[in-house]
């Protein structure tokens, strides 16, 4: 009996190779999963409590690679490492690492040159990094830890609420968050600026 997964809308699958990667042995449910993952994400947002970055540290491929380690390295063998399959979500594979790195670029010039406000950054960042799908899962929660980072400790502004929910389970709070990726997805932030304050 191998590691059994069932998923809401939204989420992304698990390839079978992926799941080799699992580093605690004892999990045979989501549900599972789903708390020793928690546990991991509670361990990196404690470790960032109190921290500030420079745009340099945070824009960077290493500083997201090594959030995601944070966030999933005691449960995943590959997190960090940028996914090496397609997925029903993101840009292909062998995109990843050069989506990431021009997603750092425009990322400096906005905060350089005003372009946007913090929250417009945090936001616009998050919302291009889960749409590249850098990993092979946990880049919805990825994605928003990283603007919670760049608007909290580099902005210094309060992070986001984000429904004030942890998005996992197939709820209203998870169906208006998909709603607002989605429409971000076709060009208008709105309800994705909404929903991160919510």
């Given at each position: 009996m191998g590691l059994e997964l069932h998923y809401a809308d939204g989420q992304t699958p698990i390839d079978e190779d992926e799941k080799l990667g699992l580093l605690i042995s004892t999990i045979s449910t989501k549900s599972e999963l789903d708390e020793f993952e928690q546990l991991n994400i509670e361990g990196a947002i404690q470790w960032l409590?109190?921290?500030?970055?420079k745009g340099s540290e945070?824009?960077?491929?290493?500083f997201v690679c090594m959030i995601h380690r944070r966030m999933y390295g005691s449960v995943w063998s590959w997190a960090s490492k940028f996914r090496s399959t397609?997925?029903?979500i993101g840009v292909d594979k062998f995109q990843v690492s050069q989506s990431l790195r021009m997603l750092c670029n425009d990322a400096h010039y906005w905060v350089e040159h005003e372009v946007y406000s913090p929250e417009e950054i945090a936001i616009r960042f998050k919302h291009r990094l889960v749409s590249?799908?850098?990993f092979p899962n946990g880049n919805g929660r990825h994605s928003r830890l990283m603007?919670?980072?760049?608007?909290e400790n580099f902005f210094g502004q309060m992070h986001f609420s984000w429904g004030?929910?942890?998005l996992i389970s197939q709820?209203?709070?998870r169906r208006a968050y998909i709603d607002a990726v989605r429409k971000a997805d076709r060009g208008n932030l709105s309800p994705l600026f909404q929903f991160s304050r919510s």
């Open positions: 409590k109190g921290k500030k970055f945070v824009f960077s491929e290493s397609n997925k029903n590249i799908h850098c603007a919670d980072v760049i608007i004030s929910q942890n709820d209203d709070a």
